[in-house]
């Protein structure tokens, strides 16, 4: 997940899917509050995505991909 963040104004966007929502946001943001100028220390936040439990996505793709990986290797 990727938020937008200002740390002029302090403030840090909602979580986008893409890096590209996130830059869409701070476009946004700059337009609105700064002229369109970059304000310094604006950078965009990148953490791994937690679905609606607060489960750790990336943990269950892993789980999954190890998973199809001892079938395979079953197979084989
Ligand atoms: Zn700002």
Redesign the pocket.
């Known amino acids: 997940m990727h938020r937008y963040r200002?740390?002029?104004?302090g403030?840090t966007s909602r979580s986008y899917a893409t890096r590209l929502g996130a830059e869409r946001h701070g476009h946004g943001?700059?337009e609105r509050?700064?002229g369109g100028d970059h304000?310094d220390g604006?950078h965009i936040l990148t953490a791994g995505y937690r679905g609606p439990q607060g489960r750790e996505w990336t943990a269950v793709v892993l789980t999954f991909a190890l998973i199809a990986v001892a079938l395979v290797a079953k197979l084989v």
């Not at 200002?6 to 104004?9: A, G």
Request: net charge positive; with cysteine.
């Open positions: 200002c740390q002029l104004c403030i943001h700059r509050r700064h304000p604006e």
